[in-house]
């Protein structure tokens, strides 16, 4: 059982930059396909980015594509989504997820038993 845990949220200006984490307490992390969610207030949640146990193979929502990075680093049991040029409509509480395989569905939520508490991401002037 994973002790999902993600941190890097918090407030930030149109067009800055956050790192949100993902890390298991257990550090078995690496076990894992990994999964970056997000829902926002009124929305359904929808899939960001998710990657591989590996790190072989990425995938990212059309509204993320050239501005966010998923990365693990397995050594550190850690799962990364570097976020840049951040929007207004990026607001949204962030969520990871785990599942033992990846897929090309895995964004899609499908496969994902295991997730995190959340952080908050707030992108406003």
């Known amino acids: 059982q994973l002790q999902l845990v993600e941190s890097g949220g918090g407030l930030v200006q149109p067009g800055g930059s956050l790192r949100l984490s993902c890390a298991d307490s257990?550090?078995?992390?690496?076990?894992?396909?990994i999964g970056w969610f997000r829902q926002a207030p009124g929305k359904e949640r929808e899939g960001v980015a998710c990657?591989?146990?590996?790190?072989?193979?990425?995938d990212y929502a059309d509204s993320v594509k050239g501005r966010f990075t998923i990365s693990r680093d397995n050594a550190k049991n850690t799962v990364y989504l570097q976020m840049d040029s951040l929007k207004p409509e990026d607001t949204a509480m962030y969520y990871c997820?785990?599942?033992?395989?990846?897929?090309?569905?895995?964004?899609?939520?499908?496969?994902?038993?295991?997730w995190g508490k959340g952080t908050l991401v707030t992108v406003s002037s």
């Open positions: 257990g550090f078995t992390l690496s076990y894992y396909a």
């Open positions: 990657i591989s146990k590996s790190g072989n193979y990425e």
């Open positions: 997820g785990a599942s033992n395989l990846y897929s090309d569905y895995t964004c899609q939520g499908r496969g994902i038993n295991q």
